[in-house]
């Protein structure tokens, strides 16, 4: 027998199975399609790889310098098979190409998941207070966020009103800490009202409920922009340009010019432009004939225009003083049938309210972590199941 020494060289189709893997390293500031791309992989590989890895990681989520990502490409041709990175300790992200498309996978190794709880009282400012009583800087400003169409910080919120929160922490299995997790329940106790939201994953997304599972979000927004300051409310009142007493029909949220303007429920623009007094103004139609306007703007959503449809929370304006204003601010208007009524007391229903099956799976989670919450400790953490 004739030995032709060497190794074996496969046939084709095990050529085009072989596959290469190689590490390459983010710069500063490269996203990982721009990393990729740095690499040599041509487009039209990458962008379905980086698609499917938009569940797990944000298509616009910039890397670390020094990140290392793994490739594995065709020997033959180069073509991308999977790409895997670790965009937190401990956490694997992984896309693979199948014939069926790109699929994404995520590992997180040996993590362990515990419950935390922060408890406080309000002193001066929420964020801050929140902050103080050990809740993780990025969930304190989600909740201070999420609240803000709530609640009404400057009204309800008094000192020595208390709050407590619930969230996530994930450490190695040696303790050390790998990640903050997501919060599960925040309960505000107030003079006025005692407030407790859980949050719940619903086929919609996540959402905070209250403990009968109806939405935090409201068909109708209070306060359509973020981070705005009260300055002058619904009623009687001097007008600060004209000197006389009249009444004032909407709310002034003072807020630096340019502070985007938020529609404060799904609608229809019906009108846009300038009218005497109310300078740049926008008025949107709503579901059971109630109206809400939005005066003194600086400029309008480009492109905005009567008859277009807008969504809750879709960028309409920005804040301006034009029209007879005396500084920036925005003055927001609700009527229902053609009447103004008060923004503040304005009846608002949820956004969503959870029933049947849907309810009951929330009500479990609900006591579940109720119990957490009537046992711990502040700060003091306890393993919890998956
Ligand atoms: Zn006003």
Not at 302 to 323: A, C, F, H, M, N
Request: glycine share 10%; charged share 25%.
């Amino acid at each position: 027998m004739l030995s032709t020494g060497g190794a074996a060289t496969g046939s084709a189709a095990t050529a085009r199975s072989r596959a290469t893997t190689r590490t390459v390293v983010a710069r500063r500031g490269q996203t990982v399609a721009q990393v990729l791309a740095a690499a040599g992989v041509e487009r039209r590989e990458l962008e379905p790889a980086v698609s499917a890895l938009a569940s797990l990681l944000p298509p616009r989520a910039t890397l670390p310098a020094g990140h290392e990502l793994t490739l594995r490409q065709a020997a033959n041709d180069d073509a991308l098979l999977a790409l895997t990175l670790q965009p937190q300790p401990g956490r694997t992200v992984t896309v693979t190409r199948t014939p069926s498309g790109w699929i994404a996978h995520e590992e997180t190794a040996g993590q362990r998941r515990h419950l935390v709880l922060a408890r406080g009282t309000i002193r001066e400012d929420l964020l801050d207070d929140l902050r103080a009583a050990g809740l993780p800087d990025p969930l304190a400003r989600e909740l201070v966020q999420g609240l803000a169409h709530e609640l009404d910080f400057q009204r309800e919120l008094r000192p020595g009103d208390s709050f407590t929160i619930l969230f996530e922490r994930f450490r190695d299995p040696g303790g050390d800490l790998l990640r903050e997790g997501r919060m599960l329940h925040a309960g505000f106790d107030l003079a006025s009202r005692n407030l407790s939201l859980w949050r719940y994953d619903t086929e919609a997304g996540p959402d905070w409920f209250d403990d009968q599972g109806r939405s935090l979000r409201r068909a109708f927004l209070r306060t359509p922009l973020d981070g705005a300051r009260v300055t002058s409310r619904f009623g009687m009142r001097s007008h600060p340009v004209l000197g006389y007493t009249r009444q004032h029909q909407g709310i002034d949220f003072a807020a630096p010019s340019g502070t985007p303007v938020l529609a404060a429920a799904d609608g229809e623009v019906t009108q846009i432009g300038s009218m005497s007094g109310y300078g740049r103004v926008i008025t949107l139609q709503h579901p059971e004939d109630r109206t809400t306007r939005y005066a003194h703007l600086s400029a309008f959503a480009p492109g905005l225009k009567v008859g277009d449809r807008v969504r809750q929370g879709e960028l309409i304006g920005k804040v301006g003083r034009s029209g007879m204003a005396t500084g920036n601010h925005l003055h927001f208007e609700i009527a229902e049938a053609g009447r103004q009524i008060d923004p503040s007391r304005a009846r608002t229903r949820p956004a969503a309210v959870l029933e049947g099956e849907a309810l009951a799976a929330f009500q479990a989670t609900r006591q579940g972590l109720t119990v957490q919450v009537a046992h711990l400790q502040p700060m003091q953490e306890v393993a919890a199941a998956d």
